[in-house]
């Protein structure tokens, strides 16, 4: 019955997503915003899921100044959200967490020492300044006198991109300033990882409000592109 019914749901969602596209055209006029808000209305208020997927935004609210705050999302409709996702996602938690990272493992004889060196001078030629730097197993081995796996965390920041973020949903600052763990893992191995900050995915977005400028796609751009040129240097030593 479960998957019958996330079937429909799916089929709903692709039928709603293709009227949308196509009605829309290039640009939303008042007419499309509610269209669009009708739509998502329509499919919240549907028995499709176990139940009525709550709609605590206006699909069509484009009118904000920069720096804005956002409502926040009351606690019930949150819980409500994440329980119907966690119901029709196939995925376990391990999954989603490999889902949402860029990995590269170091190359065999790099001292932990020899891959930081290699990030931070990468990252002075990509323009990115070093922020910070968590050395987490050393407060562990401290705590517990015991040895543990080796890890550190290295933060590095553009803070004019970052800003123009910031003006577009503060909210984001959850996510700052970007971040590379050196790991070493349960074989010995040692691996690099940051957040896949791919934003290629905005190209296929409808809403309007998701419709970011130029400069600040090539800014987002630039950074992934940054980041994983860091990530890389240090897994090859390359300095």
Avoid at 55 to 60: F, G, Q, T
Avoid at 136 to 163: F, S
Wanted: net charge negative; charged share 25%; glycine share 4%.
């Amino acid at each position: 019955m479960m998957c019958a019914l996330l079937k429909i749901t799916a089929i709903r969602l692709m039928v709603v997503a293709a009227a949308l596209l196509a009605s829309a055209g290039p640009s939303f006029s008042q007419s499309d915003t509610e269209a669009v808000a009708k739509a998502i209305e329509t499919l919240r208020k549907s028995n499709s899921l176990p139940f009525p997927m709550p709609m605590m935004v206006n699909p069509a609210d484009t009118l904000w100044e920069p720096n804005t705050v956002s409502q926040p999302f009351p606690r019930e409709s949150r819980q409500a959200m994440m329980t119907s996702g966690a119901m029709s996602n196939p995925w376990s938690l391990r999954q989603v967490f490999n889902f949402m990272t860029h990995k590269v493992k170091a190359k065999e004889g790099l001292s932990f020492e020899e891959i930081i060196e290699a990030m931070d001078s990468r990252a002075i030629d990509e323009n990115l300044k070093k922020s910070g730097h968590s050395m987490i197993w050393k407060e562990v081995e401290a705590k517990t006198g015991r040895p543990t796996p080796r890890i550190e965390i290295l933060q590095y920041c553009d803070a004019m991109v970052a800003r123009m973020v910031l003006d577009y949903s503060p909210e984001f600052s959850i996510f700052l300033p970007c971040r590379i763990s050196v790991l070493e893992d349960a074989k010995g191995d040692v691996w690099l990882m940051t957040l896949d900050w791919d934003v290629s995915w905005l190209n296929f977005t409808w809403h309007p409000d998701s419709q970011l400028d130029t400069e600040l796609k090539q800014g987002g751009k630039r950074i992934r592109d940054a980041m994983l040129s860091i990530v890389d240097a240090g897994a090859n030593g390359d300095w």
